[in-house]
């Protein structure tokens, strides 16, 4: 990765381009291909009958390609879960085509800007974070970067953090077939805020770091 941000600099400076690169997934040139090739492979493991999911978060999305590459694999049986806090030029719930797509908006306290893209891959799981939407803008006209998580803990954590924004119904709007956003009812004793469950985790960690620090 330090190699790989290494060629970034040289890239930008007009000094130079790598052959090939480490880990990092670089835009405008390599990104949109790389996940248009990770969409289709899902893709393909659900054709085969086997296991296939996309889980990502997001600010927009917007890209036509990405979104028939999407279309594609839920038709063929890929579940694909999405947090898309604002723009989404992708519909959900049209028969045969993204039946096995749900989209949901959280906003919230706090402005949700993080992006996380999260692969099955038939078992050997991929997450990536960046900061790239998937928006012609971020894969076609602008220097981005996506980075893999391969720290098996860090990986557990983020796609904690997917599965609890996921499960929000507090702060979630629900994406529904003619583009509205259904805002859910929970009963209190079952209310998921994954905004509120987060700072309660922060605060948990920094007290038992001080706890820690303390009896040291």
């Not at 052959?19 to 090739?37: C, E, G, S, Y």
């Not at 993204?98 to 893209?117: A, K």
Request: charged fraction near 25%; proline fraction near 3%.
């Amino acid at each position: 990765i330090g190699e790989d941000a290494t060629a970034v600099f040289n890239m930008l400076s007009g000094y130079s381009e790598p052959a090939v690169w480490n880990k990092l997934i670089v835009a405008p040139i390599w990104l949109r291909d790389r996940f248009i090739q990770m969409i289709n492979r899902e893709r393909d493991f659900a054709k085969e009958g086997k296991k296939a999911f996309i889980k990502a978060k997001m600010n927009s999305l917007c890209d036509a390609e990405i979104i028939s590459a999407l279309y594609e694999a839920s038709t063929a049986g890929v579940k694909i879960e999405l947090v898309v806090r604002g723009i989404c030029c992708l519909k959900v719930g049209i028969p045969d085509i993204s039946e096995n797509i749900s989209v949901r908006s959280i906003v919230g306290d706090f402005l949700e800007h993080s992006r996380i893209y999260y692969f099955h891959n038939n078992g050997f799981e991929e997450v990536y974070m960046g900061s790239a939407d998937w928006m012609p803008r971020n894969l076609d006209k602008r220097v981005e970067i996506l980075f893999p998580v391969e720290d098996a803990t860090l990986q557990k954590e983020v796609i904690d953090i997917l599965d609890v924004q996921l499960h929000d119904n507090v702060k979630a709007r629900i994406m529904q077939p003619d583009g509205s956003y259904l805002h859910l009812n929970p009963q209190k004793k079952d209310h998921i805020s994954s905004q509120e469950y987060f700072c309660s985790q922060a605060l948990a960690v920094t007290q038992s770091r001080k706890h820690a620090t303390h009896s040291a």
